[in-house]
């Protein structure tokens, strides 16, 4: 597991994603493979990704999942290329982001980076 505040940062970006995508975060740790529980595991490490920018490695992000490190790859992948082609997805990714920035108190300029416009 991941020690000190990345845990706390963790659980603050873990609950406002389960409570904006109505998943619970039992069923997020879970082995399940509904769509809905890894729609909400793949927002919550890419936003872990774009918060750390690479100060952790994937395998930290993935450990809380029991996953492996091609999986938070994949997420951060899938979820960039994604919110490229569609522009409802990407406002959702940045109003999650600019809530995820207020709720950690880190509105610095370095954490917070617009996704590219389409």
């Known amino acids: 597991m991941i020690l000190g505040s990345t ?56 450990s809380y999942y029991y996953q492996n490190h091609a999986t938070a790859y994949h997420c951060i992948n899938k979820l960039t290329n994604q919110a490229e082609i569609y522009p409802m997805l990407r406002r959702k990714l940045e109003a999650y982001w600019k809530d995820i920035c207020l709720l950690t108190n880190e509105l610095e300029e370095s954490k917070y980076i617009e996704l590219q416009e389409v």
């Open 7 to 62: 845990d706390l940062i963790h659980a603050k970006i873990e609950s406002y994603v389960c409570e904006r995508e109505g998943v619970a975060k039992e069923i997020l740790r879970s082995r399940t493979r509904k769509a809905e529980v890894v729609l909400c595991r793949q927002i919550v490490i890419y936003m872990m990704s774009r918060y750390y920018m690479g100060q952790i490695t994937l395998r930290q992000m993935t």
